[in-house]
């Protein structure tokens, strides 16, 4: 089922972030939102997380989907290494293989993740942050701005891992680089200021 956004409105002590906002999120696909800083964007994900709520509007189709999310600052315990950071999040036991595994294949090596995390350049916390978030199970993936901080050729590995490993599932992300969204022939939506 698509996620439907009617009408919404959200503002910060007076200042209008969304202004009558609506789209549709279709289900199975990527959708990228762009646009310019300041304009909603990550506020937009955090109502679809559920932790910002909208001043008016409404949101058709999210029920009780299971979230998956990058956010803009990674969240991480800085003192653990990071397959237990995302073993965290990970039901049951710690499984080190499926979790070494995923992080190599966002082009980390052993000697990355095998200190603690705060160890790690911004480039590397990002692959950590959506390794961890490609390994919960979801339903809806949120990332806000999963490949900042990438060099071109790391980048380049990185999207072609997101687009095999999020293949006919539905995924909201934010970027400013409209190649990354034409790479994950995804769906464009632009934000712009409100009047």
Known sequence: MDIVLNGLYKSFEGKMV??????????????????????????????????????AGTIEGL???????????????????????????????LNRPLIEDELRALSLTD??????????????????ALARALLVDYDLLLLDEPLKGLDDAVKARVMAHLYERTAGRTVVMVTHDLREAAELGADIITLEEPQ
């Open 18 to 55: 969304l202004q009558n906002f609506s789209c549709r999120l279709r289900e199975g696909r990527t959708t990228c939102i762009t646009g310019p800083s300041g304009v909603g964007k990550t506020t937009l994900l955090r109502i679809l997380m559920g932790l910002e709520q909208p001043d």
């Open 63 to 93: 029920g009780t989907r299971r979230l998956s999310a990058v956010f803009q600052e990674e969240r991480f315990c800085e003192n653990l290494t990071a397959v237990r950071n995302i073993g965290l999040v990970l039901p049951g036991r």
């Open 111 to 128: 000697a990355d993740f095998s200190g603690p995390v705060r160890e790690l350049s911004g480039g590397m916390r990002r692959r950590v």
